[in-house]
């Protein structure tokens, strides 16, 4: 009697569990489905040969479908050399970000607790500032300093770290390794700088990834930056290109799409490659912010 | 070390953004050296309806987009917060849109959502739901810019998976124990603990709320329109100071772009303090 009664329930509360795995698992997928129809939409067109009637009916696969449109960006537009000028910007830009700011980071990790509360005050502030609210003084700035339409003017943030977040990022990391092992190594007679290059940057790997990948995707994606500064066609980046494609035909729709997967795809396969950084809640920023 | 860091911050981020003000109350135009005008640009200011119109449309944008993006990236985290099979992918295809450039975003929705031949009007028709233009007329593109950045919650949905993660486990399964059903755990448990970590995005997403729309607001508003539709103050100031070349008026919007986002921000910490002081009350 007793055990029936106790099987019945474990039964009910077993087929309640399934319900609700598979409710949470139908949601999960929907969801899933919906935040990445508008890449496979994009994707789609983009295989789409031009100068055909567009479909009046959904398709996924075009048919007949080609790869041509990836070639054509390269001769509608001067589409190899705004990859070229993205990739000068980012591949000099990530490695100085990543110096600056671990090294302020790491400096901040050593002074007296009251300053360190001071400065990571100061940063707060210093995030809360949007883009728009300083553009005029910067291009005033850029202007005198002659960077207007020189790639430099997009490199430039990276000498001061990028973003005051990233410097929190490492200061965060570095506050949670045991003080003891800095001392030792100052003990043994090691210096600063052979601190934070032998001991500090290899024990903060994740971090050390996390940074590379959101300043990656940061200088790589920057629109607004090269729109200001930015005039002539031959420094232009993969952004401004693709709004150049835009302007040039606003309803080639194949052609703007391979663009636009073209663009996409360098950010989307360096998160791919790194996406445990992010997304595993035992890993990621914000943990790291812990 | 630091000095770099503390160098930057300094040249790039609080000598600019306090630069508006001396700016504001000049004719300067990048080209001749600046002449004082006094109140004058702050008078046209007052005149002026397409701020107006903008300053208003910042407004709603940030009265809809902000609680739609922040309240969706909790709901997301709540429901992909457990490990099961398929989490990992579930979790990387919600953050894949935010990683998407900006521009790629906005040109690839500019198809998604041409009235007659883009993917999602051919979706709703086959539903057999009627299809709007919505990239026509005043109010379909406005809407069309807030769902197209609510896709983009990615970083809100992080911050809301550590904050659930590091929540003791033990208090919701008690909750459980003790009878409470999954809706009130939420109500009295959940929601009350993550409130500080909802009130920080809430705060960040209505400073990022003032540049984000830019890009979108360019590409699939076409230029701010129609009409003036789309033009949030963003554009408005890029507009008349790298269009027109009217640095002194706008460093004078931007001051008031200042004041509105600053009496936002005091409004909703206001309005955040009391919730939870109301919550407290409950326990």
């Not at chain 1, 809360?128 to 300093?145: D, G, H, N, Q, Y």
């Not at chain 1, 703007?256 to 989307?268: D, E, K, R």
Request: hydrophobic share 55%; charged share 15%; with cysteine.
């Amino acid at each position: 009697m007793q055990t029936d009664l106790e099987n019945v329930t474990s039964a009910s509360v077993r087929s309640r569990r399934l319900l609700r795995s598979a409710v949470i698992h139908t949601c999960s997928l929907l969801v899933a489905v919906l935040f990445l129809l508008p890449l496979v939409w994009t994707l789609s067109m983009s295989i789409r040969p031009v100068g055909q009637l567009l479909p009046r009916q959904l398709e996924w696969i075009p048919d007949p479908s080609t790869l041509s449109n990836y070639r054509d960006v390269f001769d509608v537009v001067e589409f190899a050399r705004f990859a070229g000028n993205s990739l000068f910007v980012t591949v000099i830009a990530v490695p100085i970000t990543l110096i600056v700011a671990s090294m302020a980071g790491f400096a901040m990790a050593q002074i007296s607790r009251q300053w360190r509360l001071r400065l990571t005050a100061v940063s707060f502030v210093a995030l809360m500032i949007p883009l728009t609210a300083v553009w005029l003084p910067r291009f005033i700035m850029m202007k005198e300093l002659g960077l207007i339409d020189s790639r430099w003017s997009l490199i430039l943030p990276a000498f001061f770290g990028t973003s005051p977040f990233y410097v929190l990022l490492f200061l965060w990391t570095f506050t949670r390794v045991p003080g003891d092992i800095f001392e030792a190594a100052r003990l043994d007679g090691a210096g600063v700088f052979r601190t934070w290059a032998g001991i500090a940057l290899p024990l903060s790997g994740p971090t050390v990834m996390a940074v590379a990948v959101l300043s990656f995707v940061r200088y790589w994606s920057s629109f607004v930056e090269p729109l200001l500064y930015i005039q002539s066609v031959s420094k232009m980046t993969l952004p401004l290109g693709l709004q150049a494609l835009l302007q040039l035909d606003r309803t080639n729709w194949p052609l703007l799409m391979a663009g636009a997967v073209m663009v996409t795809a360098p950010v989307i396969i360096v998160f791919l490659f790194a996406q445990r950084t992010f997304l595993d809640d035992r890993l990621g920023p914000g943990r790291l912010g812990r | 070390m630091l000095a770099p860091f503390l160098i930057g911050m300094l040249l790039l981020e609080f000598i600019p953004a306090i630069a508006h003000l001396p700016l504001a109350f000049t004719s300067y135009n990048a080209l001749e050296s600046p002449d004082f005008i006094g109140l004058d640009n702050f008078r046209e200011l007052i005149h002026d309806r397409v701020f107006w119109i903008a300053a208003g449309n910042s407004l709603l944008f940030i009265v809809v987009a902000v609680p739609l993006r922040i309240g969706g990236a909790m709901l997301l985290s709540l429901l992909l917060l457990e490990r099961r099979r398929g989490t990992a992918f579930y979790r990387a295809a919600i953050y894949l849109p935010t990683v998407v450039p900006d521009i790629a975003w906005a040109l690839a929705w500019l198809w998604i959502l041409n009235p007659l031949y883009g993917p999602l009007n051919l979706t709703l028709a086959w539903l057999g739901l009627p299809s709007p233009a919505l990239t026509i007329g005043e109010w379909p593109p406005r809407f069309a810019i807030i769902v197209v950045l609510a896709f983009q919650l990615g970083e809100g949905f992080v911050v809301c998976l550590a904050a659930l993660s590091d929540m003791p486990r033990d208090l919701r399964d008690q909750a459980a124990v003790d009878g409470s059903t999954g809706r009130q755990t939420f109500w009295r448990i959940t929601l009350p603990l993550l409130a500080p970590t909802l009130i920080v995005l809430l705060l960040r997403d209505v400073i990022v709320s003032l540049q984000s729309n830019f890009v979108p607001a360019l590409i699939i508003g076409r230029n701010g329109g129609p009409n003036y539709a789309t033009t949030y103050l963003p554009y408005y100031i890029y507009r008349e100071a790298f269009s027109y070349l009217r640095f002194g008026y706008a460093a004078a919007m931007t001051w008031m772009m200042f004041l509105l986002t600053g009496l936002v921000l005091l409004l909703l910490y206001r309005v955040a303090r009391s919730w939870r002081m109301g919550f407290s009350d409950a326990d």
